[in-house]
């Protein structure tokens, strides 16, 4: 039978976070007892305040279509939180409310990017970026920023990236897979470079917001020198811990927000009407619980990374934000244990998978071979398990 699958299909690479996530699971079901260190996703319970509104919600009879964009209240209260939090002016007009940042973050980029234009993405970077310019046929851009830079792209590194075909950038700060976070100052000098080039769109993700360990946050948006060219991303997931619900957002440019409407409009409609009225509880209610998940956040952070520098030839730095460690470990390739041998770090991933019972994530998932990404999104004992297991499985490697 010929191949009946599309060819923007096929040439899609699945997501390998949820890959890892899935054969975790599937060790689990057989009785193993496996840390899943894969997924980016808190611990928490989403806060009380907030399933009580969603419960009051279907109480209310909030089941029926809402505008494609979302509720209007949740829009302003979505442009309020720009204003407060981040001093930017949005109109509610200029917000799209979808099933999570990945839709907006798609819908952005296929309302955008046409077959042939180039997509300027830094890496170490996010799963699901490469896959979506790739379903749009633009063509990526990738730009590699090293552990002795924290992962984060210079100026120059930006301005040598920049050809007549450029269309986007596209930045993630603070970042997944590594947690840099760029400061003012470095946003600033990028900022300085895309100033002369006003033909460029800016897709700035700043879904990891306030897991943020440097104490101020700068969106990209603030900048008047890329005024009317940036959209934020951002949604509710990671700040207030509801990955489930499935709301994000984009706020952008007007006509962008406009041909994101209409792309949604054909292909999802509105996210839960339920989901969008707990996000506005999460945006209008008391912020509190941010910040003690913040803390908590740092404090795993911190236990994470000095149990990872007791580790003989894990190469580490100290992630900033969001709540993952990316360790470089090309020390461990040509070293075996047993009949196998480590050859790159999806060896060495699957091989912690499999004699250390610890789930992580190939670094070449995020562009960048020689590295795994461990998220530490869980509870301190379990961080201390999951390391010990760690090292005594590569410290077997020979």
Known sequence: ?????????????????????????????????????SVGEPDFNTPGFIKEAAKHAIDDNYTFYTPVAGYLSLRKAIADKLRNENGVDFDPSQIVVSNGAKQSLCNVILSVINPGDEVIIPTPAWVSYVEMVKLAEGTNVLVPATIEQD?????AQLEAAITPRTRMVLLCSPSNPTGSVYSR????????????????????????????????????ASFPELADRVVVINGVSKAYAMTGWRIGFAAAPADIAKACNKLQSQYSSNPSSIAQKAAEAAYTGPQEC?????????????????????????????????????????????????????SNAGDLAMYLLEEAHVATVDGEAFCVPGYIRLSYATA???????????????????
């Open 290 to 342: 941010v910040e003690e998940m913040r803390v908590a956040f740092q404090r795993r952070r911190d236990l994470v990374v000095s149990l990872a520098r007791e580790i003989p030839g894990l190469k580490v730095n100290v992630p900033q934000g969001a709540f993952y460690l990316f360790p470089e470990v090309s020390a461990y390739f040509g070293k075996s244990y047993g009949n196998r041998t480590i």
């Open 151 to 155: 992962f984060k792209i210079t100026p």
């Open 380 to 398: 301190d004992d379990t961080i201390r398990e999951a390391m010990r297991r760690i090292g005594e499985a590569l410290g077997r490697l020979k």
């Open 185 to 220: 100052d470095e946003l600033q000098a990028l900022v300085d470079v895309l100033a002369r080039y006003p033909e460029i769109i800016v897709l700035s993700d700043e879904i990891y917001e306030h897991i943020n360990f440097t104490g101020s946050f700068t969106s990209l």
């Open 1 to 37: 039978m010929a191949n009946r699958i599309s060819t923007r299909v096929q040439s899609l690479s699945p997501s390998a976070t949820l890959a890892m996530s899935q054969k975790s699971a599937e060790l689990k079901a057989q009785g193993v007892d496996v840390i899943n260190l």
